[in-house]
């Protein structure tokens, strides 16, 4: 079975290397993302394997059903960048639901001790041999208010480590978890009462810009926004304006509206045209990391165990039990329940 990976990354080459050889899987890894004009790299391969900023669009989808490929094999969980509903009946796609939670959610932690506790500061100051304390303090995170936005693996993972810190945390999610234990509130009362946001839903038309210029305003005075979802839930103007009129206080960013050309490349000797991004960095509350939740080898290693199994299932069955279906509506469990085919 060939397999055309792209968007390949060194991290990625060694787990689906050993996972490959083990199955008799070949993975040829092309550095290019896929997009119209590189799909035609997949010619003779069963399936093509692709991460979040590759393209997976109308034409895209067209492009790999003519050349015969069989499989969008997702290595990650969402699959916003994936025209699921034009896909049906054409390719079938699988993905990874779930790699590690835990990854995701202690960068989110990671980044919301950093930004409170004034680390990324600090280290910069002390390398320079700077020992002052003056700007540096910080606040404890014991009583105060997290509100969690999205309560599925990650954000729950997220949870138990705030009850750690001692906080009171409360959160929304569009379906709600029952018997969870979970103090759900509406969205509008979560923003108005939490000290700290951290969002753990998926993109969706519902959660595209839910931070905008409106909802700025119903914010807690001095909020601290964690962003470890996607970029786009996040309305980086309204995000500016409401850092530079003090409503909000920090804000820890995993991801970006705009990161497809930027994140995952080495951009220290270029001038990045982004100005948003460049502003948003060059504030001192505001801490971008870019798109690292994910990056633990723990995860490394269950991505491409998972993506092998995903092929080799689909191969045997003609189906698997991580494929994204839009047959029924219910993209992401339709075959779970069906057990079956669904084209
Ligand atoms: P999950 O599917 O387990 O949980 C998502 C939760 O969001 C569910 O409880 C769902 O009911 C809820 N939800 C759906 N629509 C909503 C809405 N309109 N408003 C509020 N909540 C809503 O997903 P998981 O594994 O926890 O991942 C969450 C997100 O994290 C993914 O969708 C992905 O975008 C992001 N992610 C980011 C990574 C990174 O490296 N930065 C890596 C992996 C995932």
Redesign the pocket.
Known sequence: MKIAFFDTKDYDIPAFKKYGQENKIEFRFFETRLTAETASLARGCYGVCVFVNDTLNAEVIDILKELGVKIIALR???YNNVDVKYAYDKIHIVRV??YS?YA?AEHAAALLLTSVRRVHKAYNRTREFNFSLSGLTGFDLHGKTMGV???????RIFIDICKGFGMNIIA????P?ENSGINYVSLPELFRESDIISF?????E??FHLINSESVKTLKRGVILIN???GAIIDSAALIEGIKGRRIGAACL??YEEESDIFFNDFSGHIVDDDTLARLISLPNVIVTS????LTSEALENIAETTVNNLLEFKKDGFSQNELCYRCGNVETCIRNRKEKCF
């Open positions: 990650c969980a969402g639901p779930a939670p995701v936005v999205g309560t599925g693996k990650i954000g929304y999610d569009k379906f978890a753990h839903c998926p993109l969706t519902e959660t470890t979802s996607r995993d991801v798109h690292q939740a994910f």
